[in-house]
């Protein structure tokens, strides 16, 4: 029970939770453009989120004891040790560009590696200034993936492109502003400001305008007949967060549940969706 204990808490507060999710994205990406995805790239993904994920929980370990003790706990069994994983992931990553990609591929991965550890180094100063530049900072990173895919794939950056990128930054800053929420007591404490700190419903009812509002790009898309129909399945996300919006309102759930799995876990069902909608709908 130690050791499958073990493996559990580390999926989910060692990031690898998290960085599955990326490698969700990154497939629905290439469904929705179709594109032939490239095996090496799953592992690019991957192990740059790692790194990101790594760093992130290494450097803020002391502020993670107010807002998610468990993962702090589960880090200090090993914290000697996680600089030489981020170290190693970071290094795997360099040398599957330098050996799969090209210049370009080599210099974008490479700024939303950096642009990923730069929130943790520098970011935080700005978020004392700007309410809510952390979740739009964070969303833009990941975000910034499907360009990343198309310019490993040599996909032409046009208007689904763009139409994509919008859909999942509006979907990424409803959920990592939720996300906020299990931060409030640290980030009062350093005095960085999120959308969660208005007051709570009104901040749930912000959220809910943005989970309708990143649908119209979709919409946009499908009408003008640059995304692919299979994308329809999709909408059903909305009434996904819609759930988890208005469970926010339930004191009694357990937060490790509702903002470490919950939340995270709607990405894992876009792969799948997207799957179905083909065998219903076709492209």
């Known amino acids: 029970m130690k050791y499958s204990e073990f493996i559990w808490n580390e999926f989910i507060y060692g990031g690898h939770w998290g960085s599955l999710n990326a ?19 799953f592992f690019v993904v991957y ?33 000697t040790y996680i600089p030489i994983m981020t170290a ?13 990609g090209n210049k370009l591929t080599i210099f974008f991965g490479g700024f ?62 409803v ?15 350093e005095k960085i400001l999120t959308l969660a700190m208005l007051p709570k419903n009104h901040f749930l009812n912000l959220l809910h305008i943005l989970n309708f509002i990143s649908f119209i790009p979709l919409f946009f898309g499908l009408i003008l007949g640059i995304m692919p129909r299979c994308s329809l399945l999709l909408l059903p996300t909305f009434f996904y967060s819609y759930y988890y919006i208005q469970k926010a309102k339930n004191k009694e759930i357990s937060k490790n549940s509702l903002y ?14 997207l799957l179905l909608g083909i065998l219903i709908l076709g492209y």
């Not at 959920?175 to 404490?189: A, E």
């Open 23 to 41: 490698l969700a994205i990154a497939l629905s990406t290439t469904v929705i453009l179709k594109i032939n995805i490239k095996i090496e790239l």
């Open 47 to 79: 192990l740059g989120a790692q790194c990101i994920y790594n760093y992130n929980h290494f450097k803020e370990i002391k502020e993670d004891s107010l807002s998610n003790p468990a993962r702090v706990s589960h880090l200090k069994g090993h914290l």
């Open 88 to 100: 190693t992931y970071g290094i795997i990553y360099f040398s599957l560009l330098v050996y799969f």
């Open 112 to 173: 939303l590696l950096l642009l990923g550890l730069l929130f943790t180094i520098k970011g935080k100063k700005i978020s004392k200034k700007i309410i809510g530049f952390k979740s739009f900072y964070a969303s833009l990173a990941w975000a910034l993936l499907v360009f990343f895919i198309a310019i490993y794939h040599s996909y032409p950056i046009n208007i689904t492109v763009f139409v994509l990128f919008i859909f999942i930054f509006i979907r990424l800053v």
């Open 175 to 189: 959920n990592t502003s939720f996300s906020d929420i299990k931060d409030l007591r640290s980030d009062k404490k």
């Open 260 to 273: 470490g799995i919950i939340v995270d876990g709607e990405y894992y069902y876009w792969p799948l969706m």
